[in-house]
């Protein structure tokens, strides 16, 4: 068994630390783990991207054309534009809350209606789990809590190789403190919605 991640957002959406509850929930259930991170100016809410390969032979932390199994897109735009690593059988869960860049804020560019992404993203493939992690999150009482909510539905999705209380193990490990209460709701709240 291997089973490729590709999570894309942007800085602040907790991109990383989603890719580490993910990695620790798999080291724990004694997989092999392999994991990359690119960080663009993430702090100014620049593109983060995180790889996570688990399983049997996973040699490098890089996803090849094609080869990821699931997009955890964080932010509609940040996902579509890592759908050149997916399939027709890639399972795509993607946040439709956007985040505008500082262009579109200041007036000098436009955001495409996430329809129109979603509708994209149906051209490479029609697994398309959608989910307002946002609300989620508020929902489950803060909004730093959008990736919590983000995992839970990844781990609802047919054939995940994580199981449910694993990663939810890791979260509430790896979480800060302060939030994990939030966070252990955001993913069961994320994870029913999905299931």
């Known amino acids: 068994m291997r089973y490729t991640i590709q999570m894309a957002g942007v800085g602040g959406q907790g991109v990383i630390l989603a890719s580490m509850v993910l ?9 092999n783990v392999a994991m990359g991170e ?8 620049g593109s983060v991207v995180s790889t996570l390969r688990i399983g049997d032979n996973v040699r490098g932390p890089l996803a090849a054309k094609g080869e990821a199994d699931m997009i955890l897109g964080f932010e509609p735009a940040e996902a579509c534009r890592n759908l050149h690593l997916g399939n027709k059988s ?5 946040n439709l809350d956007p985040i505008y860049p500082s262009t579109v804020t200041a007036g000098l560019d436009t955001y495409p209606k996430v329809d129109d ?4 993203m ?30 839970g539905a990844a781990a609802a999705a047919k054939g995940f190789p994580l199981s449910k209380e694993s990663i939810r193990e890791a979260l509430l490990t790896l979480a800060p403190e302060e939030f994990k ?10 994870y029913e919605m999905c299931k």
Do not use: P
């Not at 890639?90 to 993607?94: E, I, L, R, S, W």
């Not at 992404?117 to 994209?120: E, G, V």
């Not at 149906?122 to 983000?150: C, F, P, Q, R, W």
């Open 23 to 31: 990695g620790t929930a798999a080291m724990n259930s004694g997989l």
């Open 38 to 45: 690119v960080h663009g100016m993430a702090q100014r809410g």
């Open 90 to 94: 890639t399972v795509v869960v993607v």
């Open 117 to 120: 992404i979603i509708s994209a």
């Open 122 to 151: 149906s051209k490479v493939t029609n697994n398309i789990i959608k989910i307002d992690a946002t609300s989620v999150a508020l929902k489950a009482g803060k909004s730093v809590a959008t990736n919590a909510a983000m995992i």
């Open 181 to 190: 209460e939030v966070n252990a709701k955001a993913f069961d709240l994320g």
